[in-house]
């Protein structure tokens, strides 16, 4: 199943105002939640409040958003951007997002071998970096069902 595009936005009123979106659907809007762990391109971290206001960009893993109650409910991101301010207010905006319970394993399993092998033929640098990319995703897919 492909991936539809996502936004989430959420806040730490804990964190405040938190907001997980996508292009497609809105996960979280303005909600308060305790904690949200991303994975960005300069490694995984924890948002708690009061965290120092940073933007990064975010790489293709799951992002885990910690309610209140002590449940969580965790998300597949292909890439974007994940925004925590002063106010301790973030906002995540990803390019394709999906809750990882979703997706499937041998799918992904089978869509990362079939990249793979259409690695080698290519020449052409576009056609490559989208294979490249499709590599990605679905090795950090695999990697978070396992």
């Not at 405040?16 to 995984?44: H, M, Y």
């Not at 995540?92 to 990249?115: F, G, I, R, W, Y």
């Not at 576009?126 to 990697?143: F, T």
Request: hydrophobic content about 45%; aromatic content about 4%; glycine content about 6%.
């Amino acid at each position: 199943k492909p991936l539809d595009a996502a936004l989430l936005r959420c806040s730490l009123k804990i964190l405040r105002n938190t907001s997980l979106l996508c292009l497609l659907q809105v996960f979280f809007k303005e909600a308060n939640v305790k904690q949200i762990d991303v994975p960005t391109l300069t490694g995984a971290f924890g948002i708690l409040p009061a965290h120092v206001p940073t933007l990064q960009v975010l790489r293709p893993g799951v992002v885990t958003v910690f309610n209140d109650d002590g449940s969580s409910t965790k998300y597949f991101v292909s890439s974007g951007s994940v925004t925590v301010n002063a106010d301790s207010s973030v906002q995540l905006l990803a390019e394709e997002a999906v809750p990882l319970d979703s997706l499937d394993l041998a799918a992904a399993k089978a869509n990362l071998e079939k990249a793979q092998s259409e690695l080698g033929g290519i020449s052409d640098e576009a056609a490559r970096a989208g294979v490249l990319i499709s590599i990605e995703a679905n090795e950090a897919i695999v990697k978070a069902l396992e």
